[in-house]
């Protein structure tokens, strides 16, 4: 499922595109403690956080994750989401706290075996 199959399936809105219409979500990641992301998130992972700063995308892009999902409603600030946009990282808003918006993912992931 890509980023972008997994917003419009569950509500979430599309705030940066990214490659989330072509790349594939492979697991999930949750924390919002940004050192144990970057060593802890792999590649494909859609990683969800209520981290809604500059730095949070600078993870993803260590992580080289398939997406950023910022939960609980959470927006990111003006540097966060244009930084988003130049290096191309799908971001995600869900309204959902980390746990029931990954257990979403979850399910679909497993359906998809």
Do not use: H
Not at 3 to 17: D, I, K, M, Q, W
Not at 41 to 65: C, H, P, S
Not at 69 to 86: H, T, Y
């Amino acid at each position: 499922m890509t980023p972008v199959e997994f917003a419009n399936r569950y509500g979430l809105e599309v705030l940066s595109t990214g490659e989330g219409e072509t790349r594939q979500i492979k697991g999930i990641y949750c924390c919002d403690l940004l050192s144990l992301v970057m060593g802890r998130a792999k590649e494909d992972d859609a990683f969800f956080t209520v981290m809604a700063n500059v730095n949070a995308i600078a993870v993803g892009v260590l992580a080289d994750v398939a997406c950023v999902v910022l939960c609980e409603g959470i927006r990111p600030d003006d540097l966060a989401l244009q930084r988003a946009q130049e290096q191309d990282v799908t971001l995600l808003l869900s309204k959902k706290d980390s746990f029931q918006t990954a257990l979403d993912l979850w399910k679909e992931l497993q359906a998809q075996g």
